[in-house]
C-alpha cells in the first residue's frame, strides 16, 4: 500500500466514524433508560478516542480532515423509539464492520493496520451493547446490587449548551 492509499484510508475511515459518532449522539437523546444510556456515553467516550488517534495518524501522514457533517438519520420517534434507535445502531456496527474489516486487513502499515483493528474490536464491543439495549437488558455495563436504584433515567442531552 502506498502512502497515498494509506492516507485516503484513514481519511474514509475517519469520515465514516465521525458519521457514526454524530449518529450515536443523536441517538442517546433518545436513550432515557439509565443503563442504556450509561453504555451509550462509554461508546461516545471511546469513539472520542478512536477520532483522535485517527486524527493524529492522518496528520502524521501529511493529511488533513474533512470535517463536513453528514445529515443524521434517526428512526422516527414515538413508542418504541430507543429501541429502535439500539437496534439500528447495532446493525450499522455490524454494517461497519463488514465494510471494513476486510479493508483492514489488507494494510500493510503495521501501526495504523494495529490502531484500526483496535477500533475494530471496540466497535464489535459497542455493537454488542446496542444488541442488548434494544433488547431492554438493565445490566449492560455490570450489575447493581437489588436495592439500587436508577432515579428514573437520564436527562435528555449530553452536553449543557
Not at 432515557?32 to 467516550?45: E, G, I, M, R, T
Not at 495504523?112 to 483493528?117: P, T
Amino acid at each position: 500500500m502506498n502512502p497515498a492509499d494509506r492516507l485516503a484510508l484513514l481519511q474514509a475511515f475517519h469520515s465514516e466514524k465521525a458519521a457514526l459518532l454524530r449518529r450515536h449522539q443523536a441517538g442517546a437523546e433518545r436513550i432515557s433508560a439509565y443503563d442504556s444510556n450509561n453504555a451509550y456515553q462509554y461508546v461516545l467516550a471511546r469513539e472520542d478516542a478512536h477520532l483522535e488517534w485517527l486524527r493524529r495518524a492522518i496528520g502524521e501522514a501529511g493529511g488533513v480532515i474533512d470535517e463536513a457533517a453528514s445529515a443524521v438519520t434517526l428512526p422516527p420517534g414515538g413508542a418504541g423509539a430507543a429501541r429502535a434507535v439500539a437496534d439500528d445502531d447495532a446493525r450499522t456496527a455490524a454494517e461497519f464492520l463488514a465494510r471494513w474489516m476486510p479493508r483492514v486487513s489488507a494494510m500493510t502499515h503495521a501501526r495504523d493496520r494495529k490502531m484500526l483493528e483496535l477500533i475494530l474490536g471496540e466497535v464489535a464491543e459497542h455493537q454488542r451493547f446496542f444488541a442488548q439495549a434494544a433488547g431492554l437488558s438493565p445490566d449492560l455495563l455490570g450489575r447493581r446490587p437489588e436495592s439500587a436504584g436508577t432515579g428514573g433515567g437520564v436527562l435528555p442531552r449530553r452536553w449543557v449548551e
